[in-house]
């Protein structure tokens, strides 16, 4: 979408609608970069951003109070279109994509699959394969990963909630990879599983299929392996 300075100028690509009294040059086809009045303006773009945040974030709240989860999921997927992303935003408006990213992982502008607003680092993403299965087996290791997920003070987003891989890892939200894993499995042998005949079977297999998918396994096969949770045969 264009921006503006009183009268359209051109698109940076930013996904919103941006209007200040920018200094432009004779031929209004750009901001002027060399213009200390237009760099700080520019700065002070992401606390904007951040309140319309807010303003997103209050609608979806009053939706949750009044039991439409629906409703509040809608709410937040509009605002998260509004997201610019790093490579996406041009030129001298480049440098608003991390800094609106930054502003948002504080806010706890997020909704998990209890029907809560939490920050992004207390999420996690999951790919739209994973979290569309609905087989009764791929239910239940889904329900006992969400249980070991809360127990180290994190949660799954909210399946209704749409939020691309980039904006995801912009945010900071978490991802279900081998150092997620890692955190559960040294949670869970520190807490729960004494012995073999604690162990859930199912989901360790589970839990070892999906940490093959992971490019980074290497980088933490030592930190696995010392892990008491491998239940031996004998």
């Avoid at 920050?119 to 969400?146: F, H, I, Q, R, Y």
Wanted: charged share 20%.
């Amino acid at each position: 979408l264009p921006v503006f300075a009183s009268l359209p100028l051109r698109s940076y690509g930013l996904k919103f609608l941006l209007q200040a009294d920018f200094v432009v040059p004779s031929s209004r086809e750009s901001v002027d970069s060399s213009s200390q009045w237009n760099q700080w303006l520019r700065e002070e773009i992401p606390s904007i951003f951040r309140r319309a945040a807010g303003r997103f974030v209050s609608t979806a709240r009053e939706a949750l109070l009044s039991g439409n989860v629906e409703a509040a999921a809608a709410v937040l997927n509009d605002f998260f279109a509004f997201v610019p992303l790093p490579g996406t935003v041009n030129d001298f408006f480049a440098v608003l994509a991390p800094a609106c990213c930054r502003v948002l992982r504080g806010l706890c502008c997020v909704l998990n699959g209890a029907g809560e607003l939490v920050p992004p680092s207390e999420c996690v993403w999951l790919a739209p394969s994973a979290a569309e299965s609905e087989t009764p087996a791929a239910k239940g290791l889904a329900d006992s990963m969400a249980a070991h997920v809360s127990a180290v003070g994190l949660s799954f987003l909210h399946p209704a909630i749409s939020v691309s891989p980039a904006l995801a890892k912009e945010l900071g939200m978490r991802r279900l990879d081998a150092e997620l894993l890692s955190i559960v499995l040294s949670n869970l042998a520190e807490s729960r599983w004494r012995s073999a005949a604690d162990v859930d079977f199912a989901w360790l297999a589970w839990l070892l299929s999906e940490l093959r998918r992971d490019p980074q396994l290497g980088k933490r096969l030592p930190e696995l392996c010392s892990l008491r949770v491998w239940p031996l045969a004998d």
